[in-house]
Nanobody
Framework: QVQLVESGGGLVQAGGSLRLSCAASGRTFSSNAMGWFRQGAGKEREFVATITWSGGLSQLADSVKGRFTISRDNAKNTVYLQMNSLKPEDTAVYYC?????????????????????WGQGTQVTVSS
């Protein structure tokens, strides 16, 4: 199995930046894609970004396009979420997840279904 550890969360003022990291260990060769999701207080968990290990295909939620970037370092088995121009509405617990299922279309990885393992989450708080 794959284990995931997120880091990089914290408190930041609106307009600021944070970079989240998700380090994968264990059977990492079984992972086809990584995703970031978030859950604000009293809200359902929602998709933020996803990237495939092979080819580096990626997709971002409309709400974060132009502000967030997802990248990966295959050698380190680590995925990053660079978050710029943060807004109070970005406040949430951010989770990374890994998907062993393969889909040719990146859009499938915007749903929770394909993801097998989840990290413990990291809190991001954006103050106004």
């Amino acid at each position: 199995q794959v284990q995931l550890v997120e880091s990089g969360g914290g408190l930041v003022q609106a307009g600021g930046s944070l970079r989240l990291s998700c380090a994968a260990s264990g059977r990492t060769f079984s992972s086809n894609a990584m995703g970031w999701f978030r859950q604000g207080a009293g809200k359902e968990r929602e998709f933020v970004a996803t990237i495939t290990w092979s080819g580096g295909l990626s997709q971002l939620a409309d709400s974060v396009k132009g502000r967030f970037t997802i990248s990966r370092d295959n050698a380190k088995n680590t995925v990053y979420l660079q978050m710029n121009s943060l807004k109070p509405e970005d406040t949430a617990v951010y989770y990374c997840a890994t998907a062993t299922s393969y889909y040719s279309m990146i859009g499938y990885y915007t749903r929770e279904g394909p993801y097998d393992r989840w990290g413990q989450g990291t809190q991001v708080t954006v103050s106004s």
